[in-house]
């Protein structure tokens, strides 16, 4: 079955950066866009950035230039490089399969970013 295993966040002063990584199993990874979302409390989930199978980019206005979304499809992952972070970027960040529309119905844990000073 499909897993999405995040890991990467934690807490971090406004203007700094974290790496967050998504592993995935149980399908074919290379073939699909991979996307990272992230949904604050109180907040609808939001998409921050894809990445396509082509290895083409595509950001969240509130994100361009600061976040930067890459793969390794050898090793089931996508990253999300967040720099100059913000205490609105604060959120539970998730990866899965799509675009704005999540491909799998199924959800990692994932991973808390907390921006603070």
């Known amino acids: 079955q499909v897993q999405l295993v995040e890991s990467g966040g934690g807490l971090v002063q406004p203007g700094g950066s974290l790496r967050l990584s998504c592993t995935a199993s149980?399908?074919?990874?290379?073939?699909?866009?991979m996307s990272w979302y992230r949904q604050a409390p109180g907040k609808e989930r939001e998409l921050v950035a894809t990445?396509?199978?082509?290895?083409?980019?595509n950001y969240a206005g509130s994100v361009k230039g600061r976040f930067t979304i890459s793969r390794d499809n050898a090793k089931n992952t996508v990253y999300l490089q967040m720099n100059s972070l913000k205490p609105e970027d604060m959120a539970m960040y998730y990866c899965?399969?799509?675009?704005?529309?999540?491909?799998?119905?199924?959800w990692g844990q994932g991973t808390q970013v907390t921006v603070s000073s």
């Open positions: 149980g399908f074919s990874f290379s073939f699909y866009s």
């Open positions: 990445i396509t199978n082509y290895y083409n980019t």
């Open positions: 899965n399969a799509g675009t704005a529309t999540p491909y799998f119905a199924s």
